[in-house]
C-alpha cells in the first residue's frame, strides 16, 4: 500500500487519487498514518463485504479456521514448513 502525506494530496492531488484509483493510499500527518484514500469501488465491495478476506479475534474465529491454524503451528513446531518453502 503506498504512502503519502497531507502536504502531498494538497500538492499533487492527481497523482495521489491515481494511485488511489488502483489501490487504496495512506495518507500520513506529521508521520503517522491518518487517513485511507480508496476508490468508492473498493469501499463499496468492503461496505458490502464482497471482499472474502476477513479476519478474525482468535476468539471469534471459526472452529474450521481454528483447526488449520493449530494444524499449521503444530507443522511449524515440529520444524517442518521452513526450509522446503523457497
Known amino acids: 500500500m503506498r504512502q503519502f502525506t ?3 494530496l494538497n500538492k499533487q492531488v492527481g497523482d495521489v ?4 484509483s ?3 493510499v495512506i495518507l500520513t500527518k506529521h508521520r503517522k498514518p491518518r487517513f485511507v484514500l480508496m476508490s468508492y469501488e473498493h ?3 468492503m ?5 472474502p478476506r ?3 479475534h482468535v476468539s471469534e474465529m471459526p472452529e474450521e ?3 488449520l491454524f493449530a494444524a499449521e503451528i503444530d507443522r511449524l513446531a515440529r ?3 521452513y526450509d522446503d518453502e523457497r
Open 65 to 67: 479456521h481454528t483447526e
Open 22 to 24: 488502483r489501490e487504496p
Open 79 to 81: 520444524g517442518e514448513g
Open 6 to 8: 497531507t502536504g502531498d
Open 17 to 20: 487519487t491515481d494511485v488511489a
Open 47 to 51: 461496505r458490502i463485504g464482497g471482499d
Open 54 to 56: 476477513r479476519a478474525y
Open 43 to 45: 469501499y463499496e465491495r
